[in-house]
Nanobody
């Protein structure tokens, strides 16, 4: 089973920065191909929303309007990791951040969606 493990959450004052990381792995050692990895977030009482995404073959990136110019997503293809550099954090960025990936395990005909457990980002004003 493919696992996505996040790290890097924490507490910061408004205007500060945090860097999230997500690593994809397969416990059984079975190989897999990443189509894309990205980040979603969910604040209390709100629906989960898209934050940013990076496609694996060419590194193309996409961002939610709310984070453009402040957040940067990047991939390390060799390490099968994705990072989210978050600068100029705002109170409204506070949420539980989830790593999400569309990944095809070797032998499978299609990709499946995988989610991490989430990492908390707290922003104080």
């Amino acid at each position: 089973q493919v696992q996505l493990v996040e790290s890097g959450g924490g507490a910061v004052q408004a205007g500060g920065s945090l860097r999230l990381s997500c690593a994809a792995s397969e416990a059984s050692g079975r190989t897999f191909t990443i189509t894309d990895l990205g980040w979603f977030r969910q604040a209390p009482g709100k629906e989960r929303e898209f934050v940013a995404q990076v496609f694996w073959p060419d590194g193309s990136t996409y961002y939610a309007d709310a984070v453009k110019g402040r957040f940067t997503i990047a991939r390390d293809a060799a390490k099968k990791t994705v990072t989210l550099q978050m600068n100029n954090l705002k109170f409204e960025d506070m949420a539980l951040y989830f790593c999400q990936g569309n990944i095809r395990r070797t032998g499978a005909s299609v990709s499946s969606s995988y989610w991490g457990q989430g990492t908390q980002v707290t922003v104080s004003s």
